[in-house]
């Protein structure tokens, strides 16, 4: 038998659930390679030990300061380095920003997500944002923020104020980093997500794929994020949305499959976290999501826009949901 082969196998072998293991490269490389079967049987298995299979989570996502951000993210239309037609707007009013939260909530979503395109957040806009928290919280929902990097400080005010979830992304292998941003580095976002953690507030990190990194990258993002200690509860896997005027509009698309096989890596190697079918499901069609779902994707954004692009509209969504006789976490049967 080759090497690969009897390294496929052995991961095949490993117990389920490994929340705690330290995940090598090579290994979490080696689940890609499984037979595309028995990576979604495994991710399966793995699913329904932790969650109830027909249930998934929405999140919806405002953004709440748009555009001109300091910051050179390759794939972001929101970076002022791009001329991408994204015109910068200033941080919303705290009033403005509870009543799409209550409309959100008037929709089904339990959980509400908050987007800054800040490098970070400025001492002025930390009394604002604080604010916000309290108030979305007040209505009964989860609170989530995703405003760049953060100090300890800045993470202990949000944590103070109630929020729940914080989003800062890894977004690919250290060793693809610098293809993709050149204004922060690796250390620094793995710095934020120890200030998150150590505030005591859920840590929600994923990535993108499809920014033209190999599936080896992809398994060093992977393994990255499974060998937080502890893991994210949360793992939002963006499929890149491509934008005219971005360094990486014209990328050559990834094969959907490719795709699936990221979610259930996620999955398999981090059993216990909700993991997130984010940007990108606007150019899915109904097929390829429900198989992001059995590869053990088990949380959306839900909303017709994700922070300046298209998300799939909301009673597609439902529909969709309907179809796959899937439960929406925290709803009751009707
Ligand atoms: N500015 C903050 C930051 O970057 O930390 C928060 C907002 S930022 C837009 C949140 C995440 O959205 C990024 O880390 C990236 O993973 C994702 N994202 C941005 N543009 C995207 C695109 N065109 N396609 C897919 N995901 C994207
Ligand atoms: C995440 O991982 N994906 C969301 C959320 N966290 C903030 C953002 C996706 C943005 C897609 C591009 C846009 O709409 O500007
Ligand atoms: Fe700015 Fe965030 Fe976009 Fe990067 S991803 S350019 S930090 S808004």
């Not at 038998?1 to 072998?13: G, W």
């Amino acid at each position: 038998m080759n090497t690969i082969a009897t390294v496929a196998l052995s991961a095949l072998r490993k117990p389920v659930v490994e929340p705690d293991a330290r995940w090598r490269v090579e290994d979490v490389d080696a689940l890609f390679a499984l037979p595309m079967m028995d990576l979604l049987h495994r991710a399966q298995q793995a699913h329904r030990e932790n969650f109830d299979s027909n249930e998934i989570q929405l999140s919806t996502l405002l953004s709440i300061k748009t555009g001109g951000c300091a910051e050179d993210c390759g794939y972001c239309p929101q970076s002022a380095h791009f001329d991408t037609g994204v015109k910068a707007g200033k941080l919303m009013p705290v009033a403005e920003v509870v009543e799409a939260a209550r409309a959100a909530k008037g929709e089904g979503a339990t959980r509400f997500c908050m987007g800054a395109a800040w490098r970070s957040p400025k001492e002025r806009d930390m009394v604002l944002v604080t604010e916000m928290v309290r108030q979305v919280k007040a209505l009964g929902l989860e609170t989530c923020m995703t405003l760049g990097m953060l100090g300890a400080d800045q993470a202990e005010a949000l944590k103070d104020a109630g929020l729940d979830y914080y989003n800062h992304n890894l977004d690919t292998a250290p060793d693809f980093y610098g293809s993709v941003v050149s204004t922060r580095t690796y250390q620094d976002r793995l710095d934020t997500l120890a200030h998150v953690r150590d505030a005591g507030i859920h840590v929600c990190s994923g990535g993108i794929v499809g920014m033209g990194e190999t599936r080896l990258h992809r398994a060093g993002l992977i393994a990255q994020l499974a060998n937080l200690d502890p893991q994210p509860e949360s793992v939002p896997i963006n499929n890149l949305v491509q934008v005219d005027g971005t360094p990486m509009a014209g990328t050559a698309p990834l094969d959907p499959f490719e795709f699936v096989r990221t979610i259930a890596v996620a999955r398999i190697t981090m059993p216990r976290a909700m993991v997130r079918l984010s940007a990108g499901r606007e150019q899915m069609d109904d097929a390829l999501q429900a198989l992001c779902f059995l590869a053990g994707a088990n949380s959306i954004f839900y909303g017709d826009k994700l922070l300046t692009t298209a998300n799939p509209q909301a009673a597609r969504d439902r529909a969709l949901l309907q179809r796959l006789d899937l439960r929406v976490r925290g709803e009751r049967a009707a």
